[in-house]
């Protein structure tokens, strides 16, 4: 299984970046889907996640409102579209694969990660 991040980068506070994640090796549209990020001496934690079919989505409270997840299952292609982008959203953000429907479930597959900066 692999899930190649990319789309991260250096923006200012109040930009926005599109993060997408193409999958292989695994049945895209049989997998739950996420973002994780870690910050630089943080924990991970959950970003955002979606069900198989996109109907349903999941948000970190504090990007509830500026963050969009959304998939392709023909491209078999994971994106997250981030709005409003703040300081402290600066983080690696990995893509993940697998898992239940709970913002914190533990996924089955990760990525490696892309790294975002956001300047104030």
């Known amino acids: 299984v692999q899930l190649q991040a990319y789309g991260g980068g250096l923006v200012q506070a109040g930009g926005s970046l599109r993060l997408s994640c193409a999958a292989s090796g695994l049945t895209f549209v049989n997998n739950v889907m996420a973002w994780f990020r870690q910050a630089p001496g943080k924990e991970r934690e959950a970003v955002a996640r979606?069900?198989?079919?996109?109907?349903?989505?999941y948000y970190l409270d504090s990007v509830r409102g500026r963050f969009l997840i959304s998939r392709d299952n023909v491209k078999d292609t994971l994106y997250l579209q981030m709005n409003s982008l703040k300081p402290e959203d600066t983080a690696v953000y990995y893509c993940?694969?697998?898992?239940?429907?709970?913002?914190?479930?533990?996924?089955?597959?990760w990525g490696q990660g892309t790294l975002v900066t956001v300047s104030s």
């Open positions: 979606i069900s198989r079919s996109g109907s349903l989505r």
């Open positions: 993940t694969a697998g898992g239940g429907l709970g913002l914190t479930s533990t996924p089955e597959y």
